[in-house]
């Protein structure tokens, strides 16, 4: 399995810039939208997992999404979404993060011509704050999930979804470990 961690790393790009396979945990990091070219929507994220079986998924926690500042004066409309399906696999979470007003009310795009009523995907949203924070205008899929409950979103915390307290001390990298 390829288990990542990134810290207090400042990510950016338009289309799909965080993409692939992997097991991942984005803590403190910055998000950071661009302006992409006219016509394009922005996508943050789009997870591959192959099969529901498998451990691999992106969480950001503690994370800020913001825009650029050229698409903060993009001279056309851009809709900014936090992910979208790659695979009917796909699994992201963002939890605790502080999300701009660009993400757009719907927050997740589907992926031109896929299913968004497998239940192998997962996406899901855990006390994030800021203006785009607000899931009630969220996306109606049975794979989208607003999680109110503490226990659900303590297993894509670093110490159970990368069982990072086993091997991240060694590395002499800060990480928190759960939710707090």
Same mark, same amino acid.
């Given at each position: +399995? *390829?288990?990542?961690?990134?810290?207090?790393?400042?990510?950016?790009? /338009?289309?799909?810039?965080?993409?692939?396979?992997?097991?991942? #945990?984005?803590?403190?990091?910055?998000?950071? %939208?661009?302006?992409?070219? @006219?016509?394009?929507?922005? /996508?943050? /994220?789009?997870? @591959?997992?192959? $099969? %529901?079986?498998? %451990?691999?998924?992106?969480?950001?926690?503690?994370?800020?999404?913001?825009?650029?500042?050229?698409?903060?004066?993009?001279?056309? =409309?851009?809709? &900014?979404?936090?992910?979208?399906?790659?695979?009917?696999?796909?699994?992201? #979470?963002? +939890?605790?993060?502080?999300?701009?007003?660009?993400?757009?009310? @719907?927050?997740?795009?589907?992926?031109?011509?896929?299913? /968004?009523?497998?239940?192998? +995907?997962?996406?899901? $949203?855990?006390? *994030?704050?800021?203006?785009?924070?607000?899931?009630?205008?969220?996306?109606?899929? =049975?794979?989208?999930?607003?999680? &109110?409950?503490?226990?659900?979103?303590? *297993?894509? &915390?670093?110490? *159970?979804?990368?069982?990072?307290?086993?091997?991240?001390?060694?590395?002499?990298?800060?990480? &928190?470990?759960?939710?707090?």
């Amino acid at each position: +399995m *390829n288990t990542q961690f990134y810290r207090e790393c400042r990510i950016s790009g /338009t289309v799909d810039f965080i993409f692939g396979d992997a097991t991942a #945990v984005f803590q403190k990091c910055t998000i950071v %939208a661009r302006k992409p070219i @006219k016509g394009q929507k922005n /996508t943050i /994220t789009a997870h @591959k997992r192959k $099969e %529901a079986g498998e %451990a691999t998924g992106y969480v950001f926690q503690f994370c800020d999404v913001v825009a650029a500042d050229e698409l903060a004066r993009a001279d056309f =409309p851009v809709e &900014t979404y936090l992910g979208r399906p790659w695979d009917v696999c796909a699994r992201v #979470v963002f +939890m605790d993060c502080h999300l701009q007003g660009l993400v757009d009310p @719907k927050g997740w795009l589907q992926w031109q011509g896929s299913k /968004t009523d497998v239940v192998d +995907m997962f996406y899901a $949203e855990y006390h *994030n704050s800021g203006a785009g924070a607000d899931v009630s205008a969220r996306v109606k899929w =049975p794979a989208f999930h607003a999680i &109110t409950d503490a226990s659900q979103a303590a *297993n894509f &915390t670093v110490h *159970n979804f990368i069982s990072g307290d086993k091997w991240l001390p060694a590395t002499g990298v800060d990480f &928190t470990p759960g939710l707090h």
